[in-house]
């Protein structure tokens, strides 16, 4: 079991271009989620998607899109990257979503915007 | 809006004693509280859940209290070791499919 995989794991963008992160988890969970971590503040979340089909806003989605391409797999999309958005993004998943799910993540991709 | 505190200040301590980390939130009191382990370069890694109605949990050297009325968990870790050295992470979940997570307090155990 590879548990939660992201690629890239290290991406440089210049401001304005677009890119694709991918995540994909083996464990046959039912929901998914792109977090981002900046420096002194905690994991925001961007998006989620309960279940195969769905997704809703976070926290802090705009500049963002996502795909649910199916139950193992989803995407976090930046349009036209900006320096803001230079963060670590994880993606995570859980069994269903309640309280008592353990969140399971990735090892993360560092984006860079110049 | 529900929100976290933890000492951004890192701690440092001796190995073979106990480390304690605080989790403070406002507002209303998450019905589960979670704490996680983050290392260098990482995600985050699940260690232990706690709900509202416990007042303690137990895991090998780990232990975390949820005070409701303080709106405080606690989270220690006995008998530390230098491989305990890790960013710890507090997450309170707030309904739906949503949990907030704290900035983490970094852990620095000496040998």
Redesign the interface.
Same mark, same amino acid.
């Given at each position: 079991n590879a548990g939660?995989t992201q690629t890239p794991k290290f991406q440089v963008l210049k401001t304005g271009q677009s890119m694709t992160l991918q995540c994909a988890q083996d464990m046959n969970h039912n929901?998914m989620?792109w977090?981002r971590q900046d420096p002194?503040?905690?994991?925001?979340?961007i998006y989620?998607s309960?279940s195969e089909g769905t997704t809703?806003k976070?926290?802090v989605p705009n500049g963002y899109n996502v795909s649910r391409l199916n139950k193992r797999e989803f995407s976090l999309r930046l349009e036209s990257a900006a320096p803001s958005q230079t963060s670590v993004y994880?993606c995570?998943s859980?069994l269903a979503?309640?309280?008592?799910d353990?969140?399971?993540?990735?090892?993360?991709t560092r984006l860079t915007v110049l | 809006s529900q929100k976290?505190e933890q000492n951004?200040e890192a701690l440092n301590i001796q190995e073979g004693k106990t480390a304690t980390l605080t989790c403070n939130y406002t507002n209303y009191s998450?019905?589960?509280l979670?704490w996680?382990r983050q290392d260098p370069?990482?995600?985050?890694? !699940?260690l232990l859940?706690i709900?509202e109605n416990e007042k303690e949990k137990r895991k090998e050297r780990l232990k975390v209290t949820f005070d409701t009325t303080l709106k405080q968990s606690l989270f220690h870790i006995t008998a530390s070791q230098p491989a305990d050295s890790a960013t710890y992470?507090c997450?309170l979940?707030t309904?739906? !499919?949503?949990?907030? !997570?704290?900035?983490?307090t970094r852990l620095f155990v000496k040998a």
């Amino acid at each position: 079991n590879a548990g939660v995989t992201q690629t890239p794991k290290f991406q440089v963008l210049k401001t304005g271009q677009s890119m694709t992160l991918q995540c994909a988890q083996d464990m046959n969970h039912n929901s998914m989620y792109w977090y981002r971590q900046d420096p002194g503040m905690g994991l925001r979340l961007i998006y989620y998607s309960a279940s195969e089909g769905t997704t809703d806003k976070g926290e802090v989605p705009n500049g963002y899109n996502v795909s649910r391409l199916n139950k193992r797999e989803f995407s976090l999309r930046l349009e036209s990257a900006a320096p803001s958005q230079t963060s670590v993004y994880f993606c995570a998943s859980t069994l269903a979503g309640g309280g008592t799910d353990t969140q399971y993540f990735g090892p993360g991709t560092r984006l860079t915007v110049l | 809006s529900q929100k976290i505190e933890q000492n951004s200040e890192a701690l440092n301590i001796q190995e073979g004693k106990t480390a304690t980390l605080t989790c403070n939130y406002t507002n209303y009191s998450p019905a589960y509280l979670q704490w996680y382990r983050q290392d260098p370069g990482r995600g985050p890694v !699940f260690l232990l859940l706690i709900r509202e109605n416990e007042k303690e949990k137990r895991k090998e050297r780990l232990k975390v209290t949820f005070d409701t009325t303080l709106k405080q968990s606690l989270f220690h870790i006995t008998a530390s070791q230098p491989a305990d050295s890790a960013t710890y992470l507090c997450a309170l979940y707030t309904g739906g !499919f949503k949990t907030i !997570f704290g900035a983490g307090t970094r852990l620095f155990v000496k040998a």
